[in-house]
């Protein structure tokens, strides 16, 4: 009879720090592969740039030409914003991109009767524009002023490892209509890129040219350029010459016209299309938006820490990251990038699948963006991928950011009725109440929240349209009720205490001082 098996053979210790990463926050590839996986990470990053502004530029009057500009403009932003959270702000590998947050109270704006009125497309496009600037201008004092007060710092006492589970996977699984809807609106490109990614990533990750994982490292680039040049072929070849309008606007390479209405050199600046007008109703509907992408990016930070093979960041240098994201979305709304920031999740989940942390790739990547905002045709031609390419990508990286949620339960005990209540439940809800809001507003052209005040409306529908929004305030107010006093082990406290402080935890400094001695002028609490 076989001796029964020891307790270690069963159970895994947990890990404060991720392993299995090749280099982590701050050990770097060679410079050659720092570009090339920098340049994977702008191309990845490519993708909500262009979709939110090829979505919400024709609802305002847009042309092409108007699109062109945004994404630019975004891209811009973007990479000027990656930089100061990753030297200033958090210092973690993490890419601030365009928010999916923002589109509820952005639309709310567009279809506001003062706007919808304007007779001329051009004017309309441009008077919107400036209403949504003023709306993010106004709005992103809200993160700012949590930021830098070390209010959100003082709020985040109150989370636990169980609170923190469901607020880090769904900042992955909440995006699910991100993943395969997108990618079954081609299938003929969508799947055999789902396909194409995960062989390359993960079953020929084993294939190594001088001592490099190349398939494995660079699997984004490998299968986009393969299936791009493939979804070319298709075009070229006029398979979609009789089909459906909205397919060929999936499937084709051709039907995006960003290339022929890309100027080839353009600055963006500051208050490029005119001065801002602000709204009171817009402003509050757009709080909401801030308020949801604050709670994103704190349980996206916490995703990008692990896949960095860091310790979770302290409850200060959170706070410093949110208020400088703030400072991101007030840039948003000077230079109009028609949506505010928050942490690129896709871009977090490549971490983990190249299994480079670096923070030197990431701050290359937002080189890449800026030299590309500014060279418009040559950013135009990357920006022309297919949206289902990127769908497919998203089908695997949404997933790996969630699984890495679910990996804090290690912390915790999963034998508690207590914890698998909570657990269960925020998940629930998560998911529950925001497809409720979706599906309720794709019925009614409304959502569930129709009062006559305009901005009570785009305050309720924005934060309940956000997956991680609702599972933070399901989680952490049922963690902090039910019989909280006895349970402090349970919910995985013990081991959380120590990353609350700067001090509590010796290799916070390794990852998270300031550059430039600056940690001289803003001591870490």
């Given at each position: ?11 895994h ?59 630019q ?16 702000g ?51 004092s ?8 070390q209010?959100?710092a ?17 900042v ?12 079954g ?9 789902l ?11 084993g ?25 070319h072929?298709l075009?070229?070849?006029g ?41 009171a ?37 959170l ?32 971490l ?13 990547s ?20 297919p ?9 695997v ?30 998940f ?50 049922l ?5 909280y ?6 919910r ?8 609350r ?24 609490s």
């Open positions: 009879m076989a001796a029964d098996p020891k307790p270690e053979e069963i159970s210790p947990p890990m404060d720090q991720l392993q299995g990463l090749e280099y982590c926050i701050d050990s770097n590839p060679s410079w050659g592969e720092s570009i090339a996986l920098g340049f994977q990470h702008y191309i990845l990053a490519l993708g909500t740039a262009v979709m939110i502004p090829s979505f919400l530029v024709p609802l305002m009057g847009g042309n092409h030409g108007d699109k062109v500009r945004v994404v403009t975004l891209l811009f932003v973007e990479g000027i914003n990656t930089l100061l959270q990753t030297l200033f958090t210092r973690l590998p993490t890419v601030i991109g365009g928010s999916y947050a923002f589109m509820v109270p952005i639309v709310s704006i567009i279809h506001d009767p003062s706007l919808t009125s304007i007779p001329d497309d051009h004017l309309r496009f441009l008077s919107t524009m400036r209403a949504v600037q003023g709306a993010l201008i106004v709005s992103s809200i993160q700012i002023i949590l930021g830098y007060s209010l959100w003082i709020c985040s006492r109150f989370f636990s490892p169980i609170g923190m589970v469901p607020v880090i996977a769904l992955g699984f909440g995006l699910f209509d991100r993943g395969f809807p997108v990618t609106r081609c299938v003929e490109i969508g799947i055999p890129m396909i194409l990614f995960i062989t390359c990533s993960q079953y020929l990750k294939f190594q040219t001088k001592q490099l994982p190349i398939l494995e490292r660079f699997a984004l680039l490998i299968s986009i350029t393969v299936i791009w040049a493939y979804a072929l075009t070229a070849s398979a979609y010459k009789h089909r459906p309008e909205i397919t060929q606007i999936n499937c084709r390479t051709d039907k995006a016209y960003l290339i022929s209405s890309a100027p080839w050199i353009k600055i963006p600046y500051p208050l490029q299309w005119g001065a801002p007008t602000f709204d109703g817009h402003c509050f509907g757009m709080m909401a938006a801030v308020f949801v992408s604050l709670i994103e990016s704190t349980g996206a930070y916490k995703a990008a820490s692990r896949l960095a093979s860091a310790t979770p960041p302290p409850a200060h240098v706070s410093r990251g949110i208020g400088w994201q703030g400072i991101g979305i007030l840039l948003d709304g000077l230079f109009g990038t028609l949506t505010g920031s928050t942490v690129s999740v896709e871009n977090i989940g490549l983990g699948s190249t299994r480079v942390g670096s923070r030197r790739v990431i701050q290359i937002a080189g890449f963006m800026i030299f590309f905002s500014i060279l418009g045709k040559f950013g135009a031609l990357f920006a022309s991928i949206f289902p390419i990127f769908g497919a990508v998203y089908c990286l949404f997933g790996l950011v969630a699984s890495v949620g679910l990996s804090f339960l290690q912390f915790t005990n999963m034998n508690s009725m207590r914890n698998l209540f909570i657990t269960g439940v925020a629930f809800l998560g998911l529950s109440v925001p497809e409720y809001f979706r599906e309720y507003t794709s019925k009614a052209y409304h959502g569930p929240a129709h009062t006559r005040a305009g901005w009570f409306n785009d305050f309720l529908n924005t934060i309940f349209f956000s997956s991680p929004t609702v599972a933070l305030i399901v989680a952490v107010f963690d902090n009720t039910l019989d006093k006895d349970s402090a082990r349970d995985g406290m013990p081991w959380w205490v120590k990353f402080t700067f001090k509590g935890d010796s290799r916070n400094e390794e990852f998270y001082t300031l550059p430039f001695n600056l940690n001289r002028f803003f001591p870490p």
